[in-house]
T-cell receptor, first 115, second 114 residues
Framework: AQSVTQLGSHVSVSEGALVLLRCNYS??????LFWYVQYPNQGLQLLLK??????LVKGINGFEAEFKKSETSFHLTKPSAHMSDAAEYFC?????????????FGGGTRLMVKP | EPEVTQTPSHQVTQMGQEVILRCVPI?????FYWYRQILGQKVEFLVS????????KSEIFDDQFSVERPDGSNFTLKIRSTKLEDSAMYFC????????????FGPGTRLTVL
């Protein structure tokens, strides 16, 4: 069984400041890890994914995440927040041996960007 | 860029009524999924579907739920007798292949059960 914990249901940063959204996972087998973003009234859009290649993964819109097996973490960062980054962010895990490839999501973190 | 589409965007129904939520996955994708998100809660997996049969389902996906791919393009989720607690946003997703591929999500259908 796998689970995902996102620390902080709400994160507020100033425009131009560093964005750090935390994600910790537990999985009995090597996982695939994902970050999705949900803008208001829209579906889930993939930001980036880790699938056992490079541990530092770059995604769209300047976001990146680092897979740290020793810490079971996959935190999402962006050096400089933009107003358009305000959205809800979901970390998700999928075990590599799962026939259905189901995603298990964290509770989400709402990012607010102050001018 | 191809995308997953879902209809309707919002459906309101009375408790006990049947609803069918429709999804059109990306055309060359082979695996299909339904997830739901109750307001303020996590996105939860319901069911995955491949080769015209269910691959995996969660404990949420009980006998009140069914899925079908009635033709080459649509993928539907039916709830036979809706309950108040079925009110949620329902997302459809699809992938081309299971290994390392990305699930592409539709915009969702908001189901409101009165």
């Amino acid at each position: 069984a796998q689970s995902v914990t996102q620390l902080g249901s709400h994160v507020s940063v100033s425009e131009g400041a560093l964005v750090l959204l935390r994600c910790n996972y537990s999985s009995s087998v090597p996982p695939y890890l994902f970050w999705y973003v949900q803008y208001p009234n829209q579906g889930l859009q993939l930001l980036l994914k880790y699938t056992s290649a490079a541990t530092l993964v770059k995604g769209i819109n300047g976001f990146e995440a680092e897979f740290k097996k020793s810490e079971t973490s996959f935190h999402l960062t962006k050096p400089s927040a933009h107003m358009s980054d305000a959205a809800e962010y979901f970390c998700a895990v999928s075990p590599t041996n799962n026939a259905g490839n189901m995603l298990t999501f964290g509770g989400g973190t709402r990012l607010m960007v102050k001018p | 860029e191809p995308e997953v589409t879902q209809t309707p965007s919002h459906q309101v129904t009375q408790m006990g009524q049947e609803v069918i939520l429709r999804c059109v996955p990306i055309s060359n994708h082979l695996y299909f999924y339904w997830y739901r998100q109750i307001l303020g809660q996590k996105v939860e997996f319901l069911v995955s579907f491949y080769n015209n049969e269910i691959s995996e389902k969660s404990e949420i996906f009980d006998d009140q739920f069914s899925v079908e791919r009635p033709d080459g393009s649509n993928f539907t989720l039916k709830i036979r007798s809706t309950k108040l607690e079925d009110s949620a946003m329902y997302f459809c997703a699809s992938i081309k292949s299971r290994v390392t591929d990305t699930q592409y999500f539709g915009p969702g259908t908001r189901l409101t059960v009165l």
